[in-house]
């Protein structure tokens, strides 16, 4: 995940992993010398944004959800997934009243969680990962959560400030841009239902954020969580 604890973790941890990383990671992709094996994106306003800037990786299998392909001029290098909205777009899932939902077929069928961290534990399933480690997961949005409301807000030279304290890095957005206000109760129904997966299928999924206010997810040390992985 994409959060300010991101920069406390070790890059070549994640070298020797499969790894999952969404929206603006690739950023920091120069400073690594190496990309994450998948990228993923699902929001259609982080995806506008993003689009014109991904024609720079070149090794990260990219995946979105189809209602993004518009933004893509060569598919060829897309893998678009399928994920239900509700028909007028007002939640982040589409039926509230089964919600949360977590797909154990990525290929068939992803669920929204009101967090593109969802769809990455589902693609984790899918693929077979165990243990799956999360990092950078802060799930802490400070200042912009308790001024706006869950849902979308344009990013101006009054609130840019607080929208810099989300993420890894200063430039994450830029004025003009619009930003996914998190609807923080949602997002933590849909990381149990994902923890209740793992479980149930005997796998281990961590949370070794350096910082995190996530407490649903074990938490680990990364250090632990990756001499867990490198015993495997």
Known sequence: ANGPSLNDSDPNLIRQTVSIGCNGIFKR????????????????????????????TRYSQKLAGIYNAYCVK?????????APRSQNHSYYFHDESIYPEFSKDFAGIVHLG?????????????????????????????ELQKLYPPGKVAITE???????????????????????VPWVEK?????????????????????????????????????????MINSR
Not at 34 to 49: A, C, G, K, P, Y
Not at 123 to 133: E, N, T
């Open 114 to 142: 009101s967090t593109v961290s969802f769809i990455m534990l589902q693609l984790a399933y899918h693929m077979g990962c165990d243990p799956v480690i999360i990092i950078g997961l802060d799930h802490d949005y400070g």
């Open 29 to 56: 992709f120069p400073e690594w010398g190496f990309e994450t094996n998948f990228l993923v994106f699902e929001d259609i306003e982080q995806f506008e944004i993003r689009a014109k800037e991904l024609g720079k």
């Open 74 to 82: 060569d598919h060829k290098e897309w893998i678009f997934f399928h």
């Open 158 to 180: 009054e609130n840019i400030s607080i929208v810099r304290e989300c993420h890894f890095q200063e430039n994450y957005y830029k004025i003009g841009d619009v930003v996914g």
């Open 187 to 227: 997002q933590e129904q849909a990381f149990q239902s994902a923890l209740n997966a793992f479980a149930k299928d005997g796998r281990t999924l961590l949370n070794a954020s350096k910082k995190s206010n996530l407490g649903i997810i074990p938490r680990v040390s990364e250090e632990r969580a990756f001499a």
